[in-house]
């Protein structure tokens, strides 16, 4: 689940529910190896095959929506992967951070992936 939002993620997600925003600010998925926070912060290293991923979204209901499309990450495989972060871009340090949460667990591979519906963002108010 999504626990932190950017001040570009709240934006657009306010826009979306005044009807005035079309631009999608998370079309890509990085890996964390710690909190991301606000920031984006302690993303997955940029070191061998690691690249952030494309997502697809399904359609939000009951304040929530999931991830439509599966997606596989290549890591180094010798660090734990904590956390998930919504990016505005598929470059490495590049784009806008909107958002990010925390897996159920951690884990440790060189190949990481998530089934399509497995990532789920909730709004909560």
Partial sequence: MATYFSNTGLN???AGLAGTGSTNVIPDVSLHTASPGTTGANENA????YARQAAAW??????AMTN???MTF????????TNFGL???ATYGGGTYAGGGA???????ASIGFAAGSLSLTATG
Avoid at 58 to 63: C, G, K
């Fill in 87 to 89: 990016q505005s871009s």
């Fill in 74 to 81: 290549s890591t180094a495989g010798t660090t734990a992967v």
């Fill in 12 to 14: 657009a997600a306010l």
């Fill in 103 to 109: 897996l159920s667990a951690a884990v440790t591979a």
């Fill in 68 to 70: 439509s499309s599966a």
């Fill in 58 to 63: 399904n359609a939000p209901s009951a304040a």
């Fill in 46 to 49: 940029n070191a061998g095959s």
